[in-house]
């Protein structure tokens, strides 16, 4: 299967926290940011449809997690084509000698033709160092869903439209990787911090695509070193013709 690629949008998002060796950053310090977005994309010569995401997280430390979750579904309608893709990053680390660093990348694209597109970011970073170490958590999400209509039906028209729906949450209303503010003042409960036991790497990847020419490809790879890093990279892709 092979489709043109006439235009694009792309939407990227990343974030680190702690830095290994520099004792200058702060104490304790929580920062978020969300961004959503609308629009439609042109395409002139009438090519397919797809998502595409890259991610990776990685954590420096005694105690460390680094965490993908993906998806990315495409789908050839009888009168809509769909496509729609989220990606959630995490890093966290944890070390007794202040060396922790968490470090979370994502970016999200969408190709082809759509006659309208919207989506969101979200980033947070958070650190703590106090008398018993350091602890840093960087987590970035992303989503995008895309529509493109046909009037007299496409090259999947003879079959029914896939019973999906897409996710229609923004990215800010998903939940930290930690508790949310407890006294009220905008700030989580420095009192508590997320809690990791050992070096772990994981990911969480689910790829579709519905329709007679279509594409769906998953590239992702996890590596650990015992009380040293974790690190997890993936790269997803979604497509029809």
């Given at each position: 299967?092979?489709?043109?690629r006439?235009s694009?949008?792309?939407i990227?998002?990343?974030?680190?926290?702690?830095?290994a060796?520099?004792?200058?950053?702060?104490?304790?310090s929580?920062?978020?940011?969300?961004?959503?977005?609308?629009?439609?994309?042109?395409n002139?010569?009438?090519?397919?449809?797809?998502?595409?995401?890259?991610?990776?997280?990685?954590?420096v430390?005694?105690?460390?997690l680094?965490?993908?979750?993906?998806?990315?579904?495409?789908?050839?309608?009888t009168?809509?084509?769909?496509?729609?893709?989220?990606?959630?990053a995490?890093?966290?680390?944890?070390s007794?000698?202040?060396?922790?660093?968490a470090?979370?990348?994502?970016?999200?694209?969408?190709?082809?033709?759509?006659?309208?597109?919207?989506g969101?970011?979200?980033?947070?970073?958070?650190?703590v160092?106090?008398?018993?170490?350091?602890?840093?958590?960087?987590?970035?999400s992303?989503?995008?869903h895309?529509?493109?209509?046909?009037?007299?039906?496409?090259?999947?028209?003879q079959?029914?439209?896939?019973?999906y729906?897409?996710?229609?949450?923004?990215?800010?209303?998903?939940?930290p990787?930690?508790?949310?503010?407890?006294?009220?003042?905008?700030e989580?409960?420095?009192?508590y911090?997320?809690?990791?036991?050992?070096?772990?790497a994981?990911?969480?990847?689910?790829?579709?695509?519905?329709?007679?020419?279509?594409?769906?490809?998953v590239?992702?790879d996890?590596?650990?070193?015992?009380?040293q890093?974790?690190?997890?990279?993936a790269?997803?892709?979604?497509?029809?013709a």
């Amino acid at each position: 299967m092979s489709a043109t690629r006439t235009s694009s949008v792309s939407i990227g998002v990343s974030t680190s926290t702690g830095d290994a060796g520099d004792e200058t950053y702060s104490e304790a310090s929580y920062v978020s940011e969300t961004t959503v977005f609308v629009g439609d994309l042109l395409n002139v010569d009438g090519g397919g449809l797809g998502v595409g995401v890259q991610a990776d997280a990685t954590a420096v430390g005694t105690d460390t997690l680094a965490q993908l979750e993906v998806t990315a579904t495409v789908s050839d309608g009888t009168y809509v084509d769909s496509a729609s893709a989220s990606v959630r990053a995490v890093a966290a680390a944890q070390s007794p000698d202040d060396l922790a660093y968490a470090a979370a990348a994502a970016l999200v694209e969408v190709y082809g033709g759509a006659d309208v597109y919207y989506g969101g970011t979200r980033s947070i970073t958070y650190t703590v160092q106090d008398e018993t170490g350091s602890t840093t958590v960087s987590e970035v999400s992303a989503s995008v869903h895309a529509l493109q209509f046909s009037a007299g039906g496409g090259a999947g028209s003879q079959q029914p439209v896939p019973e999906y729906v897409p996710e229609t949450q923004p990215p800010q209303e998903e939940p930290p990787p930690y508790p949310g503010p407890e006294c009220g003042c905008g700030e989580p409960d420095l009192g508590y911090v997320i809690e990791i036991d050992g070096n772990l790497a994981a990911f969480d990847i689910e790829a579709n695509a519905f329709g007679p020419n279509t594409l769906a490809d998953v590239s992702a790879d996890a590596f650990v070193v015992e009380d040293q890093i974790s690190t997890v990279t993936a790269v997803v892709v979604a497509a029809i013709a």
